[in-house]
């Protein structure tokens, strides 16, 4: 069987309206995948920057998986949350990027959006605060059903993985 | 462990530069943290630099240039080792505070790699936890910094990032294609060449930009 590590950090995240952020993520495979070593999903730490406007988490990935299959090569999904001065935390954006599948160092940046929801949703969250959220968490990284969701720009995550492959090769595979 | 199943990890470098602009007097403690499969075959595993001023012109940078020279051995990339650097430095009253904790990767592919690492401190987790820290001039401090390594238990810390420190890499590994591992893509115009010609060929353009490592 082919194993691949994944190695690196989730840096941080920038060009949010507001700092103050964390971050949860998790690893989607395919069902030919299986993971031997290595967290596949967590929460990073509250980062409330000095004196710029990227919140920096420096998260570490290590994570060794191993397939049968390429099919449902690993994503990396995000969920970028605030966090105010009261604990309170509030959805900043949706996100995912796959692992690269050449092996080296890779410096990712991923896009993230958040649901804009209807007018009358986004009258109340400007004077309440809290904003939409997706039910299903699967809309972050599949494509199916996405046409019914409006959405808007967020930041950005940032991510520096390394990737080692073996036993590609052996089976033909060229990466 | 059995010879035929190891591979080697030669890390030379050094913690270049800081950016510290609410400070004026810092120095770095680092110490490597790595996986049960790890060990270390040569080299200090901590280490202390020594204390530096900011500089006095516009760059306001700190500079250590202090070595790091380390080699592992492993059977397995799976917890591959981490570099972690606290930043000290003093505060109003000559006490000892910490000024930063961060945390990277070594690079997993042969070569120079040049890494800016955010450095941020832990907060006090409640109102008054702040106030008896600003009475009493002590600061929240991780016990054991190896937690900034770890993906476990990150979601109940909240830090301030105030800082950066720069750290270049180079790197140098042994037998890891002769176990099947692939660092560096697969290149087409290698291909009818032997295999461990492409890996010779990519580390010695590394060697020969570092005189350095012409010896190993």
Known sequence: MAELHIIGQIVGASEFPESSLFCKWGIHTGGAWKTLAGLRDGQTQVDNPVSHDSAYWAHPIDIHLTTKGLQGWPKIHFQVWHQDSHGRSELYGYGFCHVPTSPGMHEIVCPTWRPSGSFQEQVSQFFLGGSPQLKNHDLIYSGADRYRLSTIAMGKVHLRLGVILRNFDKFGIEC | ?216
């Not at chain 2, 120095?27 to 202390?48: A, M, N, P, R, V």
């Not at chain 2, 500079?63 to 080699?71: K, V």
């Not at chain 2, 941020?120 to 820290?133: D, G, I, Y």
Request: aromatic share 12%; proline share 6%; hydrophobic share 35%.
């Open chain 2, 1 to 216: 462990m059995a010879s035929s199943s190891v591979f080697l990890l030669m890390v030379g470098g050094q913690i270049e530069t800081g950016e510290f602009p609410e400070f004026d007097d810092i120095y770095c403690k680092y110490c490597f943290t790595y996986g049960q499969d790890w060990l270390i075959t040569s080299g200090l595993e901590e280490g202390l630099t020594q204390v530096t001023k900011k500089s006095k012109d516009e760059r306001q940078i700190f500079t250590w240039n202090f070595p790091l020279d380390i080699t592992f051995k492993s059977t397995n990339p799976f917890g591959w080792p981490q570099c972690i650097v606290q930043a000290y430095g003093l505060d109003a009253f000559g006490t000892e505070v910490v000024r930063g904790y961060g945390v990277c990767h070594v690079p997993i592919t042969p070569g120079r790699h040049k890494i800016q690492i955010p450095m941020f401190v832990p907060e006090s987790s409640s109102q008054l936890q702040k106030f008896t820290a600003w009475i009493l001039g002590r600061r929240p401090e991780f016990i054991d910094p190896r937690v900034v390594a770890s993906g476990e238990g990150r979601e109940v810390t909240r830090v301030r990032s105030q800082g950066f420190v720069t750290i270049s890499f180079n790197v140098v590994m042994k037998d890891m294609k002769k176990l099947g591992y692939d660092v560096i893509p697969f290149r087409s115009d290698f291909i009818h060449g032997p295999r461990e010609c492409r890996n010779e060929r990519h580390i010695n353009r590394n060697m020969m930009k570092n005189r350095s490592f012409m010896m190993f």
